[in-house]
């Protein structure tokens, strides 16, 4: 994985995060001229579906490239050889292993294509907000599924995450702003927001599944997020394209959409190339600064950056569309609504930091259960019984010997909004990072460490 430090990992966690959002939904109001002659939209959901993993993909590249220079290190003593040869092999993930992360990929497809939809219908900062709803889903599935128990901390954050996104939708719904050059109807923007909430139960629904199918596997982050953007490119491209190609239906709602039209409008226009390019690196670039900043900083300080990320998000979209930087035709207005969709912003931060607090609670009882029992005391213990002739007093035998038991080091916690955020602006590759190091949240369970699953329950 790429080297960043601290300063360049939060500054370019926020910017290219903030540019990925944004991009996503300016090249919507982009026009073209397509097959049949006409100026349209590029209304192109399953095209920037595709993108979404290229810009994934791009990462194996890099992962290979570092993992044969490994191979190529001089090798020290046969000692060594042999020990770094057998660690190497522990991390290595195997075919087999990595056939495995086509089932991510393929809720991967789902969730984007679903949130690529829905954005059509709200604005950059509505369609971000509204991902908060993916914290409800990841917790029902977990107490449903998982047999995970909540305390009074997390159905408090759950609350005000239930009322932050219903604000929020209610100012989308009154203010009738879905986009800055197209008349969007108030049951297109439900139909978006509903698409958009879809899509995060899919994404909590991946949550779990890794964690109850996929818990032991072993594999680097950035691998993860390439092989996942490879299947996907496989996907989308050879098996999704053509079944959409004749598929009926209005071209670019998510059913029906000639790919031949896509590249041509992407060559009768300057922007889209453009636009369609500097996404895809800004993606590549926020899945590495965003694994980089976790490696760096923490889960706790990422969940913060991704807050400020929602809000750049929308912070731009208002300067895009009252300053020329947005043309006359990018960027969302201020209304006498958008009261109510910062008030809804300001309870989705509370209600994921008030989860996060239920986290740390059942987490800190968690140790201190754990703790409680490290330590078992057994009258007259001798591990090693040998022969002596040293005269042992019958009170020394009869002494309370501590024998340490081996635990695992106390667990990460990263809650599913912010597992979540290791995607690329529509699905970050969720649990990826998190595979590589010890890893575990209260309510989805035990995460993987070295290969080995540890179970909190135990």
């Known amino acids: ?40 939209y590029f209304h192109k959901p399953w095209a920037m579906t595709s993108l979404m993993f290229v810009g994934m993909s791009l990462s194996l590249p890099g992962v290979l490239i570092q993992e044969a220079l490994k191979k ?120 978006g927001m509903s698409l958009i909430i879809l899509s995060q139960a899919v994404q909590a629904a991946q949550l779990t599944i890794e964690d109850f199918f996929m818990a032991d596997l072993d594999v680097p982050g950035d691998r993860i997020v ?29 059913f029906h959409e000639n790919i031949f039209d896509t590249f041509e409008m992407i060559k009768n226009s300057r922007a889209l190339p453009i636009v369609m390019a500097v996404d895809t690196v800004a993606l590549l670039m926020y899945n590495l600064t965003g694994m980089a900043v976790t490696g760096h900083l923490g889960a706790v300080f990422r969940t913060v950056l991704e807050t400020l990320r929602t809000l750049f998000v929308w912070l731009v979209d208002l300067i895009l569309f009252y ?70 007093p019958p009170t020394a035998a009869a002494t309370m010997i501590p024998v340490p038991i081996r635990t695992p080091s106390a667990p990460i916690s990263v809650s599913h909004s912010l597992r979540n955020s290791f995607r690329p602006n529509q699905t970050i590759v969720a649990g990826s990072y998190s595979r590589s190091i010890t890893n575990h949240s209260y309510i989805t369970g035990p995460r993987m460490g070295h290969g080995i699953a540890i179970d909190a329950d135990e």
Not at 135 to 159: C, E, S, T
Request: hydrophobic share 45%; proline share 3%.
């Open 323 to 392: 300053t020329p930087l947005g043309m006359g035709m990018l960027g969302e207005k201020w209304t006498k609504y958008s009261f109510v969709q910062a008030a809804g912003f300001v309870v989705l931060v509370t209600g994921t930091l008030v989860y996060r607090e239920g986290d740390r609670r059942a987490e800190k009882e968690e140790v201190g259960a754990e703790e409680t029992v490290d330590e078992v005391h057994i009258e007259g213990y001798s591990p090693h019984p040998v022969q002596s002739h040293v005269h042992i």
């Open 72 to 191: 190529k290190k001089k090798k020290k003593s046969d000692l060594e050889t042999f020990l770094i040869e057998n660690e190497e092999e522990k991390k290595t993930s195997s075919w087999s292993e990595t056939l495995l992360l086509a089932i991510p990929t393929i809720f991967d497809l789902i969730a984007t294509i679903l949130m690529n939809v829905g954005l059509l219908y709200v604005t950059a900062s509505v369609y971000q907000m509204m991902r908060g709803a993916e914290m409800l889903f990841a917790a029902f599935f977990a107490v449903v599924f998982l047999k995970r128990k909540l305390n009074k901390y997390h159905f408090m954050g759950l609350l005000c995450c239930v009322c932050g996104v219903v604000l929020v939708g209610a100012s989308s719904l009154l203010s009738g702003s879905g986009s800055a050059t197209q008349t969007i109807s108030k049951t297109q923007m439900l139909l």
């Open 1 to 40: 994985m790429a080297k960043f430090g601290k300063a360049m990992s939060v500054s370019g966690l926020i910017i290219f995060g903030t540019t990925t959002s944004l991009l996503a939904k300016i090249v919507y109001e982009l026009q073209s001229v397509g097959l049949d002659g006409n100026v349209k």
């Open 226 to 254: 390439g092989y996942e953007g490879l299947f996907g490119v496989f996907f989308t491209l050879v098996i999704m394209a053509p079944i959409c190609y004749y598929l009926p239906g209005p071209e670019g709602e998510g």
